[in-house]
């Protein structure tokens, strides 16, 4: 827990969004570690919903106050939620006040309090599925990336055969700067071409056929998987497009075509 625990106006000007985007994450790291500073945080919003109720917040505050609690529904409730109980206690006269009627002001504040705390909470879990998905398609995209951009391997022996494995996705368009680019070295001898292949299980054979940019078929076969092996001294520095069918019960249909240059080291 902190030592130095927030001053009560930078906490007025958060709850106003009057603060910059850093001193508001500091803020919000200094309340996340200290129950004595968020308590003050959520007396804080009562007070400043009593005085904008009342018409003691300065004006200043008020345009503040507005564009930042009357804006959205949830702010909208909590305020008239204040408003409810602020006239049942302005309402009732001071000497018929009893400690029952005290009790259940208190308890009607503690609901509010917790209800406050529990939007939090469940803020702070979404945050962290958000967190997790977004790692868990990182860790997606930097597998896909390894099997696009798989290295040469070291230390090979003589004479022993080198393979590239190259990940395609269909949908780009021909001659495009985006189009996928394999780099392939004069030591490769063979080329594996993994296609990206949506209902993949559909079909019981494949097809394919590669063509250069001036549209002549260079390569084509036949089988039960879509991927595409050739030999490596077939590809030149060129631009290639690959046509992918599938047949379940005899006759192809097209399924995507795939689009990629070559640059030869």
């Keep these: 827990m902190s030592d130095n625990h927030i001053s009560d106006d930078r906490l007025i000007r958060y709850l106003l969004g009057d603060l910059l985007e850093a001193d508001q994450l500091s803020v919000e790291t200094e309340f996340f570690q200290d129950d004595v500073t968020y308590e003050k945080l959520l007396a804080l919003e009562d007070e400043l919903m009593y005085d904008y109720l ?3 917040l300065p004006l200043n505050y008020r345009a503040r106050f507005q564009e ?3 804006t959205s529904k949830k702010g909208q409730n909590k305020l008239e939620f204040a408003k409810a109980l602020n006239q049942k206690v302005f309402s009732i006269p001071e000497a018929k006040v009893t400690s029952s009627k005290r009790n259940l002001l208190w308890a009607l504040a503690a609901v509010l309090v917790l209800g406050t705390f529990t939007w939090l909470i469940l803020q702070i879990l979404h945050l962290q599925n958000q967190f997790r998905e977004v790692l868990t398609a990182q860790n997606d995209l930097q597998q896909k990336w390894k099997m696009e ?7 090979l022996k003589s004479g022993e055969p080198i393979t590239l494995r190259f990940l395609l996705k269909s949908g780009r368009v021909r001659s495009s700067d985006e189009n996928r680019q394999l780099l392939i070295s004069s ?4 080329v594996r071409l993994e296609l990206d292949v949506k209902n993949r299980t559909k079909f019981k054979m494949f097809r394919v056929v590669l063509r250069n940019a001036g549209g002549q078929d260079i390569w084509s076969q036949e089988g039960g998987s879509p991927s595409v092996n050739l ?8 631009d290639y497009e690959l046509s992918l069918s599938g047949s379940t019960n005899g006759e192809f249909e097209e399924i995507a075509d795939y689009y990629f240059s070559v640059m030869r080291k």
């Design 68 to 70: 930042r609690f009357l």
């Design 231 to 238: 030999p490596a001294k077939i590809l030149a520095t060129d």
């Design 149 to 155: 951009r798989k290295p040469l391997p070291q230390n």
């Design 187 to 190: 030591q490769a001898n063979h």
């Design 54 to 56: 009342s018409g003691k």
